[in-house]
């Protein structure tokens, strides 16, 4: 454990600093891709150093003294590193271990501990044993800043070890003792550091996506992961799997929940408290229209474009009130217009092939 609290807010600036500099941002982090992006690293699978120098894996293991990875600074004065990992145990692959093997070398490498020891190779007989255990906790700690980035696991809700392994690419093992950590940081975290506010900007797509709601009736989408029933049609949602999407249009609503005017007759005097138009009668505020007295009542306020509650499915008062079209019929007219608008753009490529 690496009790310096500055060295690990240093080690987690450099692992911050590698996410934020590679452009794809999802999980498992693409790590064979990261190491990829620096032109002074070389990442070298056994089985290819093995059939260049017609090595036996043991024979290559006794090269790289680990079964696992190693880094060779091969290049002092340019600064070059070659990463070798072990992608001829299947167990390792399996795993996802290897994963972590390649980001704790570029931990050794973006960590500079070879310059910091004076040495070409880290092993252990090649170091006092303190400084060799320091350095590979150093190099963990950065793995684990890479791999396993806390607030993208806030962000996703993740609860439990499997769920870690299975987002990040880790074993099972090592989600083990990094689920830990993520409580530890769970529990005793209030506000984000600025670096870790711009990890989950970068990452908010993806979290998007996963939180994403479907449904297949109607192709809508939603990121309101408390939706159960699909705002435009009331079907049940399911989670979004990367299929067409439709986005119906909607009315503007105010931060209060109320349109900006009345949607009939353009009445704008809209009090703060009114629920309907004092002009006209019709409601201001899209709400469940499920209000029965005794019974279990909703009435939750709803999106501008919602034909239903997303809560119990009942339906909404703009629908009741016809101020927002049936779904079927938006869901054709939206269809015609992608449809005109995917035909416009086949014309227009073809009229760019046309030669003159
Ligand atoms: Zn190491
Ligand atoms: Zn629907
Ligand atoms: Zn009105
Ligand atoms: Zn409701």
Redesign the pocket.
Known sequence: MIRNKYRRTAIKAVAFTCLNKFPCHSLPVDIKNIVASFSNIRLVPYSMQMQRRNLTLKEMIEFAESRDSCVDFYNKDGGKYIIYYNDVDFALLRSGRYRWNIAHELGHILLEHHKRSDKLRLFREGLPEQEYILLEEEADLFASYLLVPHPVLKALNIASALDISRYCGISQKASLIRAKDYLKWFSSTKFYSSAEKRILVLFQDFVDDELAKYCSRCKYKTINNQAIRCPICSAKLSKYKGEDTLIYPSIEIGKDGRVKK??????QEISSDAEF??????PVINRCTNLHPFDSSCGSMAEGNARYCIMCGSSTTFLDKGLLKPWHKEKEELLKEKSATQQGLLEMEELEVTPF
């Open positions: 009345c949607l009939c007759c353009d009445n138009c004092k002009i006209c009668g019709s």
